[in-house]
């Protein structure tokens, strides 16, 4: 039996070559699979349970199928799907996680999250994440129409877009000590995250001993993920593999 980690899909209707990633992937793994951990930015966006979309639903309908025959599907918001909500869990089976989770994986204890609230040199970023967490600002949005909300949702990303390109590479990167912090606080040997889209694992040193991040990787020319197998539960793989063709 295995547990599996993916984060930074970034799914959107004009990369079903993506989508079809993921799909092939749930159907190789889910004979083995015990545990699927999905963290964040699974969706290039989400408008509200109340607005999924038909090219949604088979990515919805492959969690269910997956949950339905015995795997536990865990998901924890990003910045681009936090609008997920209580009736996504129901369609899909999943369980939604707080923003940091601490679990223990084969004895280790091991804190997950998206990563986006590590990113504190991003003052910017930092601000406009606290305003679209509020619950004033959700409550507005969820009451606009779905044509409104995905005007919305697509300004939001092209504006992110813009300024990431005059942001330095040390900015948009995750804080060193917010890491420390954060692995020490829930006393955690190993951190699990996503969003910056650089996947690597980084050993650290905190109080003379050994803890590890690994970052995720975004799924684009590739798919990324994180595997940890029972019959060999110390080799924990990060690895990418293939995604299918994208057709004109």
Request: one cysteine or more; a negative charge; aromatic letters at 8%.
């Amino acid at each position: 039996m295995s547990i599996l980690f993916i984060s930074d899909l970034h799914l959107q209707p004009n990369r079903p070559d993506i989508t079809q990633g993921l799909l092939d992937l749930l159907e190789q793994e889910k004979a083995a699979l015990k545990q699927l951990y999905i963290l964040g930015d699974l969706f290039e966006y989400w408008i509200g349970d109340d607005g999924i979309q038909p090219w949604q639903a088979p990515v919805l309908q492959a969690l269910k199928s997956l949950s339905d025959g015995g795997c536990q599907v865990f998901f924890q918001h990003g910045n681009r799907d936090f609008l997920i909500g209580e009736r996504f869990a129901d369609l899909t089976g999943v369980t939604l996680l707080p923003e940091e989770f601490l679990t223990t994986l084969y004895g280790v204890p091991t804190l997950l999250l998206h990563g986006d609230s590590l990113c504190t040199r991003d003052a910017a970023y930092m601000a406009f994440r606290q305003q679209t967490r509020s619950p004033a600002w959700i409550g507005q949005v969820l009451a606009m129409p779905l044509a409104d909300r995905v005007k919305l949702a697509q300004s939001l990303r092209d504006q992110s877009k813009m300024a990431g390109q005059s942001k330095s590479e040390s900015i948009m990167d995750v804080t060193p000590e917010e890491v420390d912090n954060a692995l020490l606080r829930h006393q955690a040997t190993v951190m699990i995250h996503g969003h910056t889209h650089r996947p690597d694992r980084h050993p650290i040193i905190l109080e003379h001993r050994p803890h590890e991040r690994i970052v995720l990787g975004d799924w684009d020319s590739r798919g990324w993920g994180l595997w940890i197998d029972s019959s060999n539960p110390a080799d924990w793989q990060l690895r990418s593999f293939q995604l299918p063709a994208q057709t004109a």
